[in-house]
Nanobody, 115 residues
Framework: QVQVVESGGGLVQPGGSLRLSCVAS????????MGWYRQAPGKQCELVAR???????YYIDSVKGRFTISRDNAKNSMYLQMNSLKPEDTAVYYC?????????WGQGTQVTVSS
């Protein structure tokens, strides 16, 4: 059974940090490409960060230097460490795995940055 489970969202003050986690079934954790997306209210879903199997990471400009994507193959887990959070980072965050023609998504976790 394919499963993708996220955790780690919450409410944090500007400048604070959060770490998102995503655990996937072994069958899909072999994905060549995995990443994190987010959708803010009234906005389109956007790619935040992506990592390929060799470890190369990509970030959108607005999170470079603040967010770090990583993976732990032994735990079938992917992470997004978010530092220096800003109110504009407020969104529902989704993890994504691309395996061939298929996309697998987590259930989403709310991140709210507010004082």
């Amino acid at each position: 059974q394919v499963q993708v489970v996220e955790s780690g969202g919450g409410l944090v003050q500007p400048g604070g940090s959060l770490r998102l986690s995503c655990v996937a079934s072994p069958s899909i954790f072999n994905s060549y490409v995995m990443g994190w997306y987010r959708q803010a209210p009234g906005k389109q879903c956007e790619l935040v960060a992506r990592i390929i199997s060799g470890g190369t990471a990509y970030y959108i400009d607005s999170v470079k230097g603040r967010f770090t994507i990583s993976r732990d193959n032994a735990k079938n887990s992917m992470y997004l460490q978010m530092n220096s959070l800003k109110p504009e980072d407020t969104a529902v965050y989704y993890c994504n795995f691309k395996l061939g023609p298929f996309d697998y998504w987590g259930q989403g976790t709310q991140v709210t940055v507010s004082s």
